[in-house]
Nanobody, 117 residues
Framework: QVQLIESGGGVVQLGGSLRLSCAAS????????MAWFRQASGKEREFVAG????????KYADSVKGRFALSRDSAKNTIDLQMNNLKPEDTAVYYC??????????WGQGTQVTVSS
């Protein structure tokens, strides 16, 4: 069983930055595909960024490429999402997720990010 806890959300002005962190317990993340998703009010949940780690690459949604960056701290068993140049359309609840097999089986409780203009 994996438990994921997100932190770092908040309110930021247009063009500002936030860093989200996802702390995992129950299993080491070193070989587990991890991702960040987000869900804006009235919209479906969407993929933001993720990595299989073992292949060493990260994938990003087109809407965040060049602005968001994913990183992992194996010692702390965390994955972070650095978000720069934030826009109002980035406002959403952000969720950390971990795969089990082919399913995104584990989810955090979410953290709210609000970008004001």
């Amino acid at each position: 069983q994996v438990q994921l806890i997100e932190s770092g959300g908040g309110v930021v002005q247009l063009g500002g930055s936030l860093r989200l962190s996802c702390a995992a317990s129950g299993r080491a993340l070193s070989s587990t595909p991890m991702a960040w998703f987000r869900q804006a009010s009235g919209k479906e949940r969407e993929f933001v960024a993720g990595s299989a780690w073992s292949r060493g690459d990260a994938k990003y949604a087109d809407s965040v490429k060049g602005r968001f960056a994913l990183s992992r701290d194996s010692a702390k068993n965390t994955i972070d999402l650095q978000m720069n140049n934030l826009k109002p359309e980035d406002t959403a609840v952000y969720y950390c997720a971990a795969k089990h097999g082919s399913e995104w089986a584990y989810w955090g409780q979410g953290t709210q990010v609000t970008v004001s203009s």
